[in-house]
């Protein structure tokens, strides 16, 4: 089943209501602005009645609407949105030509043929086999617990877990910002425990940096994360 309540979320956590798509979802508020506390509460309102929240279908584009870089044109920050599909709890679907950078408009044009231009150099296409490797390395639908621990509108910091802290909790921070560097500082982490050294598994290509980019969870469970201005989503796990 395709998830709708989620889908909307989503749009109001990394795209503005300032163009015609999101008015159209959210006709009353033509001034909202990207906001990832409107994505959090859709998706505690669907755990809330739905029996089976893995069950659902999550995604960005479909081939229904509006691609999501016709929408909002930044790259980054459709990475973002991608990864949260990629690691929230549900199906993951990735609908074709995402992959590939598509910016077209609403139902034919979102259905466009992708066979003349398949490219496996692109940057989203690299970008997306990283995360799912890390997705399948880390066997996500075995971490059955997620929890939203810093939700602010331009920030947002989840976990998936299992309860018994197991070591194999991952840590995701995401931005809806791209453009300013943006710090959350103590983040309250769960599935971890104190002390424990914790990197990101995400790789950025362009970095310059050969550093680690490790934390040390404190003695009363919180980091501090930063993501630089146009940074890539963070996915902490414990250091091999």
């Not at 692109?122 to 075995?142: G, N, T």
């Not at 976990?159 to 991952?170: I, K, P, Q």
Request: aromatic letters at 12%; charged letters at 25%; hydrophobic letters at 40%.
């Amino acid at each position: 089943m395709l998830n709708y309540p989620l889908w909307f979320g989503i749009l109001h956590g990394f795209t503005d209501a300032g163009n015609a798509f999101t008015k159209v979802i959210n006709p009353e508020n033509s001034n909202r602005v990207r906001n990832f506390v409107d994505m959090e509460n859709a998706r505690a309102e669907l755990k809330k009645y739905a029996k089976d929240i893995y069950a659902f279908g999550n995604f960005v584009d479909n081939h229904d609407h509006r691609r999501f870089l016709n929408v909002n044109p930044d790259v980054q920050t459709f990475k973002h949105a991608l990864t949260f599909v990629l690691f929230t709890q549900g199906i993951p679907i990735v609908y074709y030509g995402s992959e590939q950078g598509y910016n077209m408009g609403g139902d034919p044009e979102c259905r466009q043929a992708m066979f003349a231009d398949f490219n496996q150099d692109s940057d989203i296409y690299k970008y997306l086999k990283q995360v799912v490797a890390i997705r399948k390395s880390r066997s996500i639908w075995e971490l059955m617990s997620q929890d939203g621990l810093y939700v602010k509108e331009n920030e947002y910091v989840f976990a998936r877990y299992n309860n018994d802290s197991d070591g194999r909790s991952l840590l995701l921070a995401l931005t809806n910002q791209i453009k300013d560097d943006v710090t959350m500082t103590g983040v309250k982490v769960v599935g971890f425990k104190a002390n424990t050294k914790i990197c990101n598994l995400v790789k950025d290509p362009t970095s310059k940096s050969n550093d680690d980019d490790c934390l040390t969870v404190s003695a009363d469970l919180k980091v501090d994360i930063t993501i630089k201005a146009g940074g890539l989503p963070k996915i902490y796990a414990v250091a091999a």
